[in-house]
């Protein structure tokens, strides 16, 4: 009897090794997927400063740059004043 309650534990240790990997794997899958299509609206840049100073054309340059690297469109906003 004591030979056979050895031979089924490392084999319940084992599946249950392989069952929290597997869950472990699976629970990855969904932030993966989201993360991929982030962000999921466009880019919103809001400057400070009314337009056509010298800060507007620095994140005008931002922002070409910007847009390019994430393939989302980037809106430059200017609330100078505010």
Not at 43 to 55: D, E, H, K, L, W
């Amino acid at each position: 009897m004591l030979m056979a309650a050895t031979l089924v534990r490392p084999t319940a240790r084992r599946s249950m090794r392989a069952l929290v990997l597997a869950a472990m794997t699976l629970a990855t899958i969904p932030a993966v997927s989201a993360r991929a299509e982030y962000p999921h609206h466009p880019v919103a840049i809001v400057s400070c400063f009314p337009p056509g100073g010298g800060t507007v054309v620095a994140v005008r340059m931002i922002n070409s740059q910007l847009g390019e690297a994430l393939r989302k469109p980037v809106i430059v906003e200017n609330c100078g004043g505010v």
